[in-house]
């Protein structure tokens, strides 16, 4: 489900077609990411705010990102993490809830 009113930017690609993934309609998408299979991308109770996903970002298979929260740009977002705070650009986040688990520039 990716509703016509969320802003998805320019090259931005999902995976295996989009199966399951499931996309807030106010939710925004930066430029060049790739969004893998059962991703859903949402709101949180108690919350009007949605996800905003910068440039270059890869979220991988089975991600939550939810609530009123910013990912960088040049981040991944590591498969069947549950992301529920911001994401720092180039930082590589991983498990339930998610943590930064390194910087791009430290691989």
């Known amino acids: 489900s990716v509703p016509a009113s969320c802003k998805i930017g320019k090259r931005t690609k999902f995976g295996y077609g989009g199966i399951g993934v499931v996309v807030h309609a106010r939710a925004e998408i930066g430029e060049n990411c790739i969004i893998g299979q059962n991703v859903t991308?949402?709101?949180?109770?108690?919350?009007?705010?949605?996800?905003?996903?910068?440039?270059?970002?890869?979220?991988?298979?089975?991600?939550?990102?939810?609530?009123?929260?910013?990912?960088?740009?040049?981040?991944?977002?590591?498969?069947?993490?549950?992301?529920?705070?911001?994401?720092?650009?180039?930082?590589?986040?991983?498990?339930?809830?998610?943590?930064v688990i390194k910087y791009k520039n430290e691989i």
């Not at 890869?58 to 009123?68: F, K, N, Y």
């Open 41 to 99: 991308i949402g709101g949180r109770s108690g919350f009007y705010e949605v996800p905003i996903i910068g440039n270059n970002v890869e979220i991988c298979a089975g991600a939550r990102v939810l609530g009123p929260i910013k990912i960088g740009d040049n981040a991944i977002i590591g498969a069947n993490a549950v992301v529920i705070k911001d994401v720092p650009c180039n930082a590589v986040v991983a498990g339930v809830p998610a943590h």
